[in-house]
């Protein structure tokens, strides 16, 4: 994952992806897997890019075998500390950290307004460290978190056991017996939730595997999909071409950014609509995220 799109030692180059939809189901498919699906009407979006590190041609087992080692190893120390609240941070990262707690902070907001959090069933997808898990646990609701990274969710765990295990505070206790962690690619997670959130992780898909991945967590939302991502955008893409004049030592996985629209459009196909959207946006850290609810 990058530490900030600006400053990202990549290329682009222009592709074009055809997506098929699998008609009735609410499940897209990319043409690596057509045999799962009875019939497809074809979705063709815009050009859209990629960056080109490795071969864009990759099985999407390679790219997330390459995501998981990542977070379990240099990504894993860099990410605890940016999702922490030490002074181990250099500017940049310490721009990240706000940046992401504002996207959390967002999000607990539009939770909050709706004033039903306790007792709600929700997965969180690519919990990470539970930046998020932690505060839905504090508001009573029962948390879903799973990460790829073995690393990241133990992580996750040690903080959730941390901050809910004191004897002292009676509060806190129903707390851990309302999470489940698990260690799993997010398109293996199976169950049903009445809301199912994915927050900065469709970095790591280009949008045409985007696509499934979004039809899968779709699946699983009985009520609300709240997905966010990096915005692409001419300024962005401006900035990350600017980035690639500073290679310096590669901090990195591939990084995709994604149009809104086409997030839109994947998620329309999924049979949900955009209800709540919010851009953040700092130096180094550019989120989108959008809050769609079942039609
Ligand atoms: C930038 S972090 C965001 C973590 C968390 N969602 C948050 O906002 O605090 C991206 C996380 O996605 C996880 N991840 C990436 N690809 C994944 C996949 N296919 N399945 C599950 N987790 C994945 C990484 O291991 C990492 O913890």
Redesign the pocket.
Same mark, same amino acid.
């Given at each position: 994952?990058s530490e900030a799109i600006a400053l990202l030692p990549t290329r682009t180059r222009p592709i074009r992806t055809k997506i098929l939809v699998a008609r009735g189901q609410g499940q897209l498919s990319d043409t690596s897997n057509t045999s799962a699906f009875d019939s497809f009407s074809t979705l063709s979006f815009s050009t859209m890019t990629a960056s080109n590190r490795l071969p864009s041609n990759l099985p999407n087992s390679d790219e +997330?075998t390459i $995501?998981?080692d990542y977070?379990n190893a240099t990504?894993f120390d860099r990410?605890r500390r940016i999702?922490g609240t030490t002074d181990e941070v250099n500017r940049v990262q310490l721009d990240i950290r706000m940046g992401?707690q504002q996207? $959390?902070d967002s999000l607990l907001a539009w939770l909050d307004a709706d004033g039903n959090l306790a007792g709600m069933k929700i997965c %969180?997808?690519?919990?990470? $460290?539970? &930046? !998020?898990t932690l505060p839905l646990l504090e508001r009573g609701a029962r948390v879903s978190a799973? %990460?790829? &990274?073995e690393k990241?969710v133990g992580e996750a765990r040690d903080r959730a056991q941390a901050q809910f295990s004191n004897p002292n505070a009676a509060s806190n206790r129903p707390a851990l017996g309302n999470v489940d962690f698990s260690v +799993? %690619? !997010?398109?293996a997670i199976t169950g049903r939730y009445h809301t199912v959130i994915? !927050? %900065? $992780?469709l970095?790591?898909y280009p949008t045409e595997k985007a696509a499934s991945?979004i039809a899968h967590l779709a699946s699983l939302s009985e009520e609300r999909l709240i997905l &966010?991502f990096a915005p692409k955008t001419v300024l962005l893409s401006l900035l990350k071409k600017v980035g690639e004049f500073f290679p310096g030592p590669s901090k990195t996985t591939r990084a995709y950014q994604h149009k809104e629209s086409d997030i839109i459009q994947i998620l329309e196909f999924c049979g949900f609509e955009a209800k709540r959207k919010i851009l953040t946006s700092t130096s180094f850290y550019y989120s989108k995220m959008i809050e769609a609810v079942r039609r």
């Open positions: 994952m +997330q $995501v998981r977070f990504g990410w999702y992401h996207t $959390v %969180d997808a690519g919990c990470g $460290v539970g &930046s !998020l799973s %990460d790829i &990274s990241m +799993q %690619d !997010l398109e994915c !927050l %900065d $992780v970095i790591h991945m &966010s």
